[in-house]
């Protein structure tokens, strides 16, 4: 996964930014800032190999796809004005293209150490000392450690990881999300932020980088067949 280093430090720079303005903007402005992140993320793409676009983009769906489960329909969160921000898709690739980079900075041992002890320090946080019980987060924590111990992507995982806890930290502090106390429904208690959505965001990796040859695929079949049409009707 080639991702230029310099994106460690940009992305989180634009994400801290955006959430941010988020704060002080009704919908009309952050209509605007959904745009501009579609935009961005289509430069930080251009200069990519496809695979590693491919990977990106099939996190933005699968991360749509969670957004729309877990805040719209389930409840499990939610957004300061109670919807999904036209600019948190695009924000998802731009997660994942920082991690992947944060992973380039950093030795891989190194780094999956970290992200590791972190994970399982914020979950025995949360059932003992944090000022919310986080049984729910906690019960996530175990599957990133078995992919940060047994998956040989364990390095993307763990930055990607480590971007997540930051932003979910920060997001939830300037108040652009918040989590419910407990999981509708189930009754399950739940932290702000429970330590198990940086851990559960990894499954949006672990569909996506599954996902990327096929996406990768159809992509290429589909300018195959624009092309042959172009030809077609220059012919005609």
Known sequence: ?????????????YLAALLAVDTAVGLRAQLLLGLLTW????????????????????VVLFATVGEVTGSLVWGV???????????????????????????????????????????????????TILPRLDVAGAIGVPLLLCFLWRSRFRAAYAGVFVVVAALELYGTSIGTWRWASTLPG?????????SGAASGYVWFDVMALLAAPSILASGRALRAVTTARRTAGIAA
């Open 186 to 194: 189930l009754g399950v208690r739940d932290g702000n932020p429970p």
């Open 77 to 127: 969160y939610h957004y300061r004005l109670h919807n999904l921000p036209l600019f948190i898709p695009p924000a998802h690739g731009l997660v994942y293209l920082t991690g992947v980079a944060v992973a380039g900075l950093v030795p891989e041992r190194r780094l999956v150490i970290a992200a590791a002890a972190g994970a399982a320090a914020w979950a025995i946080a949360g059932l």
């Open 1 to 13: 996964m080639s991702v230029p280093r310099w994106y460690a430090v940009a992305g989180p720079a």
């Open 39 to 58: 935009l961005v993320l289509a430069a930080a793409l251009r200069p990519l190999p496809g695979i590693a676009r491919a990977q990106a983009l099939g």
